[in-house]
């Protein structure tokens, strides 16, 4: 019955609201529908669905429908390569939009998509470790991601954690590139803040218990748990700090603003946890995001973890394709930048803005898609800088409670 239900759900997501065009123009997707990270790869998924619905309603692209070739990363690596090999050597999609976890998107960058220079978009990958990797003119600029490196938010953490004036940490860290890389950029920052790291600890996913890690990171009486991990594994390592007798005040990366997650720890041991996202500036996309998405994706919420950073990479995608004039990868890697020009008319998410963005690429206007997460713009790494946006957990129910400029993470940085 399960494997069904996914068959089901993979072929709906290659569908889209309008088949007025008699083409298709067919976009590779590597999600994590199953595995840890299943709760951002689903949200992703229903949101990029939705981006192209709204696409094709307003016309299509070049006279074509654009559609998915949906595959499931299982949250894996080597599964993502294969899946990804596929897509791009036999299906010759010209752009992949994927993964969700840096663990998957840095093989599939590295192994299939830089090599053939085919485009990557990633919703929120988040490690440095993909700026290096353009750095070092690997990717030759064909990666591109809807969130903010982990080499700021890694400081963003540390200033809200000395601003709560959390002085004693312990880390425990999923022992991945992601974790990895959000351990070493938090503790830098945080330390020279300041702060005590008491202890650091790994661990690997998907096990059944994590006492022992738990009771690993309680050495040094730590006044808090920084926890690095996916909504899954990640209740099950707060349930077990909780048992041990931990502090029950915890700080939380983005992905842990999640409601299974609360549910699962209990929301009366979350009353001091505290949170940074990737933030958001307020758009006339983001009302139409919040609006219409649940309705869409069949209950799913709009603050679901990726989703709305995942309609911005699909409407991007579909816009620079238009603007390109042909589904080929090199044209649509230089018209991302074209559909995001600051100097551009502003076009919001829905059928009815991107009718009109579509009208005026054909008039040869330039446009500014203004995204659900806000204005997007990238740099010459494919990297966007931003706010971030920060959180507390009250009565199982997610607060904002302030944002850090990039600025002021900026400042952080260059003081260290």
Known sequence: MKNLLMATSLAALTATASHANDCEIEIGLILE???????????????????????????????CDIVADTRDSQSQGNVAVDQATQLVNIGKVPVVIGGIISSVTVPVLTSVTAPAKVVQFSPASSSPTLTALA?????????????????????????????????????????????????????????????EITSSTAYNEKQSSYSSEASAAMNGNPDALYLISTPVDGATIARAWISNGGPQKFLLIDGMNSEDFIKAVGPQYL??????????????????????????SGGVAPDAPAADRSYDAAAIVALAIAKAGEAKPEAIRDAVRLVTDPEGEPIFAGPREFEKALALIADGRPIKYEGVIGPVSFDNYGDITGPFRLWKITDGVVETTGTISAQEVAEVKSSM
């Open 33 to 63: 529908l199953t595995g840890p990270a299943c709760v951002y790869g689903q949200a992703g998924a229903k949101a990029i669905e939705m981006a192209f619905s709204d696409i094709n309603t307003a016309g299509g692209v070049l006279g």
């Open 135 to 195: 750095k070092d003119g690997k990717t030759d600029g064909y990666f591109f991601r809807t969130i903010t490196s982990d080499a700021l938010q890694g400081t963003a953490a540390a200033k809200y954690a000395s601003d709560l004036d959390l002085k004693k940490l312990a880390i425990v860290y999923v022992n991945n590139d992601y974790g990895l890389n959000m351990m070493r950029e938090f503790t830098s920052a945080y330390e020279s803040m300041g702060g």
């Open 271 to 296: 009353n001091e946890a505290y949170g940074t996202s990737s933030g958001t500036a307020e758009t006339a996309s983001t009302k139409y995001f919040y609006e219409n998405f649940e309705a869409h």
